[in-house]
């Protein structure tokens, strides 16, 4: 039969994407207030130079190394086969190309910005000191390494989804050219927060630490720039995953109130966690425990019941608050902690899966294969994006330099990367460098010490 355009469909999905573009510019705000004054500008730029970079590139390969379904192993689809969208627009008779109901143009916007925000979000833990022109390449270099593959992988028929061919079916087989033992992944716990959190660790390794990490305090410097940022975040999830539900339905609206749930839930893991360890619950804890709980909800939020959702996100919420820590034990310099809440989160979410998913989870008595997959994926997707983002790391270390001078990272990475501040001190903060006469001329970083 013919496909006819669902409007409905169409227009949810529409809004979705709309609401998960608008997660940048949240993210932006989140991480600007979590650093120092002086690199409030650069910590906001990055997130702005991922949605210039990637809303690009994924138009000329992203989408077909994604989802065409030319595939290479099973592990990222033909760039060529689809690049710059062709034949996704319009058919031979001039209509939109629709896949259920839904035009396919529509479908790419919508993948668009979950990739732009994948990569956004790596740039938290090595926040005030890398040169933004080596950040730019990154984004590039790394959205066609490790983000276009693993969407692949999961959700575009590849390795790690249900296919005859995949991770699932090598373990347990497959039923009809199903894997009998299908992964999970409903909006992104591998794809998105496993995936950008692995990402993260291996450039703060890499990259090394910032100038006196660990000996000086390096407090956010605008906690209700942060706390706007953790609201708008929320507010663009449930079209992260309301909308891969791909319908305005109750596969929707169970996503959309297990998001809530899991999230009102991991705040309150958090601040208790908080409160018995450091005798106080704080607003960078709630802005923190939200994102703790949208993350480990990603993965699950079309499968798992809403008292599951509560579970995880009492779960998710404590261990991310203890996971934050990590790095000051083991001497990585994480800056706003994107390995402990994405990394963790992600991975608590994925697992979890295996106990309290409603079909196929332990605790519903489905038994032990849910949970060894989903585990199975996760550490695969872990070792996919390490090596990958390793070696594009030492490449660019090698050929471009990652690192502003010390000096430089003293001053200030906003007045030293863009020329600008992001507050007006006595009327020379906001102002681009070599505009004032040299004698009323103050470095940029001068004013609230954070």
Same mark, same amino acid.
């Given at each position: 039969?013919?496909?006819?355009?669902?409007?409905?469909?169409?227009?949810?999905?529409?809004?979705?994407?709309?609401?998960?573009?608008?997660?940048?510019?949240?993210?932006?705000?989140?991480?600007?207030?979590?650093?120092?004054?002086?690199?409030?500008?650069?910590?906001?730029?990055?997130?702005?130079?991922?949605?210039?970079?990637?809303?690009?590139?994924?138009?000329l390969?992203?989408?077909?190394?994604?989802?065409?379904?030319?595939?290479?192993?099973?592990?990222?689809?033909?760039?060529?086969?689809?690049?710059?969208?062709q034949?996704?627009i319009?058919?031979?008779?001039?209509?939109?190309?629709?896949?259920?109901?839904?035009?396919?143009?529509?479908?790419?916007?919508?993948?668009?910005?979950?990739?732009?925000?994948?990569?956004?979000?790596?740039?938290? =833990?090595?926040?005030?000191?890398?040169?933004?022109?080596?950040?730019?390449?990154?984004?590039?270099?790394?959205?066609?390494?490790?983000?276009?593959?693993?969407?692949?992988?999961?959700?575009?028929?590849?390795?790690?989804?249900?296919?005859e061919?995949?991770?699932?079916?090598?373990?347990?087989?497959?039923?009809?050219?199903?894997?009998?033992?299908?992964?999970?992944?409903?909006?992104?716990?591998?794809?998105?927060?496993?995936?950008a959190?692995?990402a993260?660790?291996?450039?703060a390794?890499?990259?090394?630490?910032?100038?006196?990490?660990?000996?000086?305090?390096?407090?956010?410097?605008?906690?209700?720039?942060?706390?706007?940022?953790?609201?708008?975040?929320?507010?663009?999830?449930?079209?992260?995953?309301?909308?891969?539900?791909?319908?305005?339905?109750?596969?929707a609206?169970?996503?959309?109130?297990?998001?809530?749930?899991?999230? =009102?839930?991991?705040?309150?893991?958090?601040?208790?966690?908080?409160?018995?360890?450091?005798?106080?619950?704080?607003?960078?804890?709630?802005?923190?425990?939200?994102?703790?709980?949208?993350?480990?909800?990603?993965?699950?939020?079309?499968?798992?019941?809403?008292?599951? =959702?509560?579970?995880?996100?009492?779960?998710?919420?404590?261990?991310?608050?203890?996971?934050?820590?990590?790095?000051?034990?083991?001497?990585?310099?994480?800056?706003?902690?994107v390995?402990?809440?994405?990394?963790?989160?992600?991975?608590?979410?994925?697992?979890?899966?295996?106990?309290?998913?409603?079909?196929?989870?332990?605790?519903?008595?489905?038994?032990?294969?849910?949970?060894?997959?989903?585990?199975?994926?996760?550490?695969?997707?872990?070792?996919?994006?390490?090596?990958?983002?390793?070696?594009?790391?030492? =490449?660019?270390?090698?050929?471009?330099?990652?690192?502003?001078?010390?000096?430089?990272?003293?001053?200030?990475?906003?007045s030293?990367?863009?020329?600008?501040?992001?507050?007006?001190?006595?009327g020379?903060?906001?102002?681009?460098?070599?505009?004032?006469?040299?004698?009323?001329?103050a470095?940029?970083?001068?004013?609230?010490?954070?």
């Open positions: 039969m013919e496909e006819v355009l669902d409007p409905g469909i169409t227009a949810w999905m529409l809004t979705s994407a709309s609401l998960v573009l608008l997660m940048t510019p949240g993210l932006a705000l989140f991480y600007g207030g979590m650093v120092r004054s002086k690199s409030v500008l650069n910590m906001m730029m990055m997130s702005f130079g991922a949605m210039g970079v990637i809303g690009v590139v994924y138009v390969w992203g989408w077909s190394m994604s989802y065409s379904d030319g595939t290479v192993g099973g592990l990222f689809g033909n760039p060529f086969e689809q690049f710059g969208l034949g996704t319009l058919d031979d008779a001039g209509e939109y190309v629709l896949s259920g109901g839904l035009p396919v143009i529509v479908d790419v916007g919508f993948q668009a910005t979950f990739a732009i925000i994948t990569v956004a979000l790596i740039s938290g =833990a090595i926040a005030d000191r890398v040169k933004f022109s080596t950040w730019m390449v990154f984004t590039a270099i790394w959205a066609t390494a490790c983000f276009f593959p693993l969407a692949h992988q999961v959700w575009g028929g590849g390795f790690l989804g249900d296919s061919d995949g991770l699932a079916a090598l373990i347990f087989g497959a039923v009809d050219g199903v894997a009998e033992v299908a992964p999970i992944d409903f909006a992104g716990g591998t794809v998105v927060h496993i995936n959190g692995v993260a660790l291996v450039l390794l890499v990259i090394g630490a910032r100038k006196g990490f660990g000996k000086e305090p390096m407090r956010p410097h605008n906690l209700p720039l942060v706390m706007l940022g953790a609201g708008l975040l929320w507010f663009g999830w449930f079209g992260f995953n309301g909308g891969s539900a791909y319908g305005a339905d109750g596969a609206g169970l996503a959309w109130v297990n998001t809530t749930t899991c999230t =009102a839930a991991a705040i309150i893991g958090w601040l208790v966690v908080e409160k018995i360890r450091d005798g106080e619950a704080t607003s960078l804890g709630a802005a923190s425990g939200i994102v703790a709980g949208l993350v480990a909800i990603t993965p699950a939020a079309g499968d798992v019941s809403p008292v599951g =959702a509560i579970g995880l996100g009492l779960v998710a919420g404590a261990l991310c608050a203890l996971a934050v820590g990590l790095k000051y034990k083991l001497g990585y310099d994480d800056s706003l902690d390995v402990g809440v994405h990394l963790v989160g992600g991975l608590v979410g994925t697992v979890a899966l295996g106990f309290i998913a409603t079909s196929g989870g332990l605790l519903y008595g489905d038994g032990i294969k849910l949970l060894v997959v989903q585990i199975a994926i996760a550490a695969f997707a872990m070792l996919w994006s390490g090596v990958l983002t390793l070696l594009i790391a030492l =490449a660019l270390k090698a050929i471009m330099g990652w690192r502003i001078t010390e000096e430089d990272e003293a001053a200030g990475i906003d030293v990367e863009h020329g600008e501040s992001g507050y007006d001190f006595g020379v903060g906001a102002v681009r460098r070599g505009s004032l006469p040299t004698a009323t001329s470095p940029a970083s001068e004013g609230v010490t954070a």
